[in-house]
């Protein structure tokens, strides 16, 4: 469990195994997607998400999970995982590259975000 405010004082992000079809790959669930309002909380978020892309690097996380199904098509890749049959069938698997570009947007956002802010 990483400590990530920002999105709000208290969020929290988790880095945590899962197993399918007998192996383990290290799964990340950012605690809050949702931009804040005020520029001192994007400052923290923009600061929390640098550091948590760092932990995912360094954990070698591969799957993507949500905090809130509504977001992502959640519910349709939760149901599209009883039909997975391979973890590159399985919509929260994302791969070392598709992490990154995943993280990479969440900080485009908030640096977009923060530049609005500013102006």
């Known amino acids: 469990m990483h400590i990530t405010p920002g999105h709000s004082p208290g969020c929290v992000s988790f880095i945590f195994p899962v197993k399918t ?5 290290m799964a990340a669930q950012w605690g809050g997607t949702g931009i804040p309002k005020s520029i001192e909380n994007k400052i923290q978020y923009k600061s929390s998400l640098e550091h948590f ?8 996380v591969v799957v993507e999970t949500t905090a809130h199904l509504f977001a992502d098509n959640g ?3 939760l149901n599209n ?3 997975s049959t391979s973890i590159e069938n399985n919509p929260f698997y994302l791969g070392q590259k598709g992490m990154d ?5 969440l900080s485009l ?3 977009n ?3 609005n802010s500013i102006k």
Do not use: F
């Open 53 to 60: 892309t760092q932990y995912c690097h360094d954990n070698n």
């Open 21 to 25: 079809q007998g192996k383990t790959y």
């Open 75 to 77: 519910y349709a890749k």
């Open 101 to 105: 570009d995943y993280l990479h947007k």
């Open 113 to 115: 975000a923060i530049a």
């Open 109 to 111: 956002e908030i640096d």
């Open 81 to 83: 995982v009883v039909n």
